[in-house]
């Protein structure tokens, strides 16, 4: 998505273009912004105040707007309204401690917005303190009493996908043990924004490592019946370990199960175990980042009772209204030019057109690189299921086809970012072949 600040009367010419060598169809939508009056902080000389203990405040980005002068929240380059390129819409929160130490501010959305610190009394003295990079959800940083503190949250041009969000002070509540998610019943998902969270003193370490965990988070369940139960963290945004406690408080010697990635297939991270049930019996569940560089998300868990579906059923459970012709593999009821099959590798909605990525290319001085923005850990299975497949590949007439191997660059929240490149003699059409693994 672009945002342009336009006049009225002024003329605007529009080129869609791609660095393939292949034609394809383009659909371009033009809307103007919702109407509705602005939030009452939408400026900065009218905040929402904060008081000293606060522990959230709720807000959306979606009607407000970029005052005159107002500074370029995420850097993406504008400088102004009356720029092509303006500055973020913003809300403002002040905020004035009355004690020092160490703060974590959260933003808790489902979008990608800018959340930038600033410190000083006058407008024009303020002085910038911390920002969350793209992809984050969180800052952390040392609070002094007495001063006051200017918090903006704003949309990231060009792409500027608005949301409700609630900004949060502190960790998750399962940051702590004694604040663990009760999970209920035969079968449960549970997702956390893990911005904040930390380990607590003498917290168990990994079974399979000396490392120590990173951002953990607790759950509890008690089991309704004598069995067995299926764990995993399918739908988390970073690579996770799942680690099952049978006392409280937990310690080496009751961890019952433990997993770090249940695949070995490229750009999966999600854990799974499966752990034998005792009715009555209590278990600690815990979740922590493998990597203690990798950015905070998402953290879900998903407890069932019976083994979990393959790939396409699991899929397709997610979008009740997908029936008759509608639910094939083939089917592309949005009309996006993805199949269904396309749409569960890529991570978008079979409902919702605006959702469509595509191969991304770009033009280097030895040839091409096209990335992708696929949902590895969607397409495998648990257990003894037929996972999904995805399979790069290239061709000079779009008749013979041959893979090519992509190079995993980095995940993007639960996506895997992947990029192949090819030189100037290569085949110049690329493809994504989604399949059953064989």
Not at 242 to 248: R, S, Y
Request: charged share 20%.
């Amino acid at each position: 998505m672009l945002r342009l600040a336009s006049e009225a009367g002024t003329r605007w010419t529009l080129v869609s273009q791609t660095a393939l060598r292949r034609l394809r169809a383009a659909t371009l939508s033009l809307s103007s912004p919702a109407g509705g009056p602005p939030p009452a902080n939408d400026s900065w000389l009218t905040p929402q105040l904060l008081a000293p203990t606060w522990t959230s405040a709720a807000g959306d980005v979606t009607l407000a707007s970029c005052q005159a002068g107002e500074p370029d929240h995420s850097d993406s380059g504008g400088t102004g309204v009356a720029t092509l390129l303006p500055p973020g819409r913003s809300v403002w929160y002040d905020w004035a401690p009355t004690t020092s130490g160490p703060v974590t501010l959260r933003l808790e959305t489902t979008t990608d917005l800018a959340m930038r610190l600033y410190r000083g009394l006058s407008r024009s003295e303020w002085l910038p303190v911390q920002d969350v990079l793209p992809g984050q959800r969180q800052l952390s940083f040392s609070a002094r009493a007495g001063e006051n503190y200017h918090i903006a949250v704003a949309t990231r041009p060009p792409f500027e996908t608005t949301a409700p969000f609630t900004l949060r002070f502190g960790g998750p509540a399962n940051d702590l043990l004694a604040g663990a998610i009760t999970l209920t019943g035969a079968n449960a998902t549970s997702s956390v924004d893990s911005a904040g969270a930390g380990t607590e003193e003498g917290e168990p370490g990994y079974g399979f490592t000396l490392e120590t965990p990173h951002a953990s988070l607790w759950w509890k369940w008690t089991a309704p019946f004598s069995g067995s139960v299926w764990l995993d963290t399918r739908g988390s945004e970073f690579d996770t370990v799942l680690t099952v406690f049978g006392t409280d408080p937990p310690d080496t010697t009751s961890r019952i199960a433990e997993n770090d990635n249940h695949s070995s297939r490229p750009g999966t991270t999600a854990s799974a175990v499966r752990v034998p049930t005792t009715a009555g019996q209590t278990w600690l569940i815990r979740i922590t980042r493998r990597d203690a560089a990798e950015p905070s998300g998402l953290a879900t868990l998903n407890l069932t009772t019976s083994p979990p579906l393959d790939p396409w059923p699991r899929w397709l459970a997610g979008f009740p209204s997908l029936t008759g012709p509608a639910a094939l593999e083939t089917a592309d009821p949005d009309n996006d030019g993805l199949t269904h099959l396309a749409e569960l590798a890529l991570g978008t909605s079979p409902l919702a057109a605006n959702s469509r990525r595509s191969l991304t290319p770009t033009a280097i001085p030895t040839g091409w690189q096209v990335e992708a923005l696929l949902d590895r850990d969607a397409l495998d299975s648990i257990g003894e299921g037929t996972p999904l497949e995805v399979i790069w590949q290239t061709s000079r007439d779009l008749l013979t086809w041959q893979p090519s191997p992509a190079t995993p660059i980095r995940r993007q929240g639960k996506l895997s970012l992947e990029r192949l490149t090819l030189t100037k003699d290569d085949p110049p059409f690329v493809r994504l072949l989604i399949r059953r693994a064989r």
